[in-house]
């Protein structure tokens, strides 16, 4: 499986981004999809999950109310929609794409930076 994620950009606070992560290749499993984030200062933090049929999302505590994880399975695409950005939120934004579980089903995409200026 192959993740592309694409949407960071520089942005002002208070604006809004989209993160998009396409999977191709062996898309047929049952994976739980997510975005996390990482800056230099901080480990990689996961910032939202969503489940394989939609059913249970969750956020991390600094983004709720602001940023809504969502998924089109006809696409193969996770997306978060990111509102009210803060300059805090400024990090490299990874997909990841795994069966909870079977750690040998976890993919990871390559990152996009997202930069929120005051």
């Known amino acids: 499986v192959q993740l592309q994620a694409s949407g960071g950009g520089l942005v002002q606070a208070g604006a809004s981004l989209r993160l998009s992560c396409t999977a191709s290749g062996r898309t047929d499993r049952t994976y739980t999809t997510g975005w996390f984030r990482q800056t230099p200062e901080k480990e990689r933090e996961i910032v939202a999950a969503?489940?394989?049929?939609?059913?249970?999302?969750g956020y991390t505590d600094s983004v709720k109310g602001r940023f809504t994880i969502s998924g089109d399975n006809a696409k193969n695409t996770v997306y978060l929609q990111m509102n009210s950005l803060k300059p805090e939120d400024t990090a490299v934004y990874y997909c990841?794409?795994?069966?909870?579980?079977?750690?040998?089903?976890?993919?990871w995409g390559q990152g996009t930076q997202v930069t929120v200026s005051s």
């Open positions: 990841k794409f795994w069966v909870p579980l079977f750690a040998e089903y976890t993919y």
């Open positions: 969503v489940r394989w049929n939609g059913d249970t999302k």
